[in-house]
Structures are given as structure tokens and as C-alpha cells.
Nanobody, 127 residues
């Protein structure tokens, strides 16, 4: 059975950094796009970043508000995906979820295309 487990969340001051990790099991990791989504209180879950699977080019894509501040990376050998978050802002506060998909690249940012999800890790940005 597929399991995605996130770690690395916590409380950080504005301008600070955090690194989230997600470990996958039960799937052929290299065959999946690996993404991060987030959900703030009272808001819908939204796309943050995705690392496309090697067979689809292996590129990274970002939501506009995190472009230049967040970096997604993956270690296919360890079946892990990471999200390095720098320059954190109050509005980055949310539960962050790791997810996997085999969608076409054109649909890679769409939440509904992701079949497997982790339980989430809380990121709180506060002074």
C-alpha cells in the first residue's frame, strides 16, 4: 500500500526557513510526479510546487507566490521529496501535504490529479 509521510514542519519567524521532507513507500517512485500542496485555515487546498518524474523531463514547477523562495527537489534513490522554504511569510502558514501523481504534464498542478496523499505537516509563520 502506498504511504507518503511528511516531516519538518514547525514554527518559524517571518523571513525564516524550513525544510520539509516526504518519504514514499509502496510505489515506483521514479514513475510519479511528486508535489507539495498546502491548506490554510478556511481556505481550499492549493498547489505549491511539483517535481516532475524523470521520464517526463524531471523539471520543477511552482505556484507564483512561492517562486524564488521555495525549492523542490527529489532523491529518487531514497524515495524522498523535499521542499526548502526560505523567506517565509505570514501567509505561508498552512498544513503542507505531499502528494503523488502520474498525470500528464499539462495537468500537473491540478489537485484532482493526485491520487496519493500524506497526512500533512503544520507550518506556522509567526512573530
Amino acid at each position: 500500500q502506498v504511504q507518503l509521510e511528511e516531516s519538518g514542519g514547525g514554527l518559524v519567524q517571518p523571513g525564516g526557513s524550513l525544510r520539509l521532507s516526504c518519504t514514499a513507500s509502496g510505489l515506483n517512485f521514479r514513475d510519479y510526479h511528486m508535489a507539495w500542496f498546502r491548506q490554510a485555515p478556511g481556505k481550499e487546498r492549493e498547489f505549491v510546487a511539483v517535481s516532475a518524474r524523470p521520464g517526463s523531463g524531471g523539471n520543477s514547477y511552482y505556484e507564483q507566490s512561492v517562486q524564488g523562495r521555495f525549492t523542490i527537489s527529489r532523491d529518487n534513490a531514497k524515495r524522498m521529496v523535499f521542499l526548502q522554504m526560505n523567506g517565509l511569510k505570514l501567509e505561508d502558514t498552512a498544513v503542507y501535504y505531499c502528494a503523488s501523481s502520474q498525470a500528464a504534464l499539462s495537468a500537473i498542478r491540478q489537485l484532482r490529479m493526485y491520487k496519493f496523499w500524506g497526512q500533512g505537516t503544520q507550518v506556522t509563520v509567526s512573530s
